[in-house]
């Protein structure tokens, strides 16, 4: 008999390695991988784009009318990419301008309830692995396995920053440094689902290890919850 699918959420702070073990799994697995940030990254694009007033709720509320966010699979790399009204935007998303508005847009009351319910529908037929800040707290409270992913700050910055100038050579490892503290902050901070720990989550620190030695540990913690 097939192992039995499961929910893997996977929660920590800014840039600590969530969307490359989250990745690794849904590929061995064969599940699916869902970047839930990716999913406030987009609505923050759309709001920079628009011009929305997103102190003011009954501009977001209309905003978020507007908005049709799915992952489409790139046939070449087989993952998945984010399209904001059928335009692929898995690049755009990324950048620092992005970057600097969404922990304030990720914080909204209204911008959390569209993009929560969106994600339980995905994960409704199990197989899935989410990352973000609140999956295994919020999304999905009842997930077979939750990992909390955390790393020294330095080494966060160091492996942003190396991400983000290889796209753009323009930018200094000062706001890159900066950009990861205050969304930390903000993330971790605001009133509507914190950053936080779940208590059954198991707390994976990859300062000191490669990606390979942190995949086969949290293989090893699914093999757990799938044996029959
Ligand atoms: O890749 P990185 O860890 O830097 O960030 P991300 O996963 O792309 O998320 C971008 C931002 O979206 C976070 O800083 C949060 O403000 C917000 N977010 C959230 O509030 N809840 C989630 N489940 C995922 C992301």
């Known amino acids: 008999m097939a192992d039995k699918k499961i929910v893997i959420t996977i929660d920590g702070w800014s840039s600590c390695g969530k969307s490359t073990l989250a990745k690794q799994l ?25 011009n929305i007033n997103w102190q003011d709720v009954a501009s977001v509320k209309a905003a978020l009318e507007d908005i049709d966010i799915d992952f489409r699979v790139n046939e070449t790399t087989g993952l998945g ?7 692929n935007v898995e690049y755009l998303i990324r950048d620092l301008v992005v ?12 911008v959390r309830e569209s993009a929560v319910a969106q994600q339980r529908k995905m994960g409704a037929a199990k197989g899935i692995v989410m990352d973000g800040r609140d999956i295994g707290t919020v999304v999905f409270p ?21 991400e983000l100038y290889a796209k753009n050579p323009n930018i200094t490892i000062e706001e890159v440094k ?8 903000i993330d971790s901070h605001r009133e509507v689902s ?7 989550a198991i707390v994976l620190d990859n300062t000191h290890i490669t990606p390979d030695e942190q ?14």
């Not at 849904?26 to 628009?50: C, E, H, P, V, W």
């Not at 990419?81 to 335009?87: R, V």
């Open 26 to 50: 849904a590929k061995r697995l064969q599940y699916t991988y869902i970047d839930s940030g990716a999913m406030y990254r987009a609505i923050t694009l759309y709001f920079l784009r628009n």
């Open 142 to 162: 009842d997930a077979e396995l939750k990992i909390f992913m955390t790393a020294d700050n330095a080494v966060r910055v160091e492996r942003r920053f190396k």
């Open 194 to 200: 914190p950053l936080k720990q779940a208590e059954d």
């Open 81 to 87: 990419e984010i399209y904001l009204n059928d335009e």
């Open 215 to 228: 995949f086969k540990m949290a293989l090893a913690w699914v093999k757990e919850r799938t044996a029959a």
């Open 178 to 185: 900066n950009n990861l503290e205050m969304r930390d902050y």
């Open 99 to 110: 970057a600097e508005k969404v922990s304030e847009v990720a914080a909204i009351k209204q």
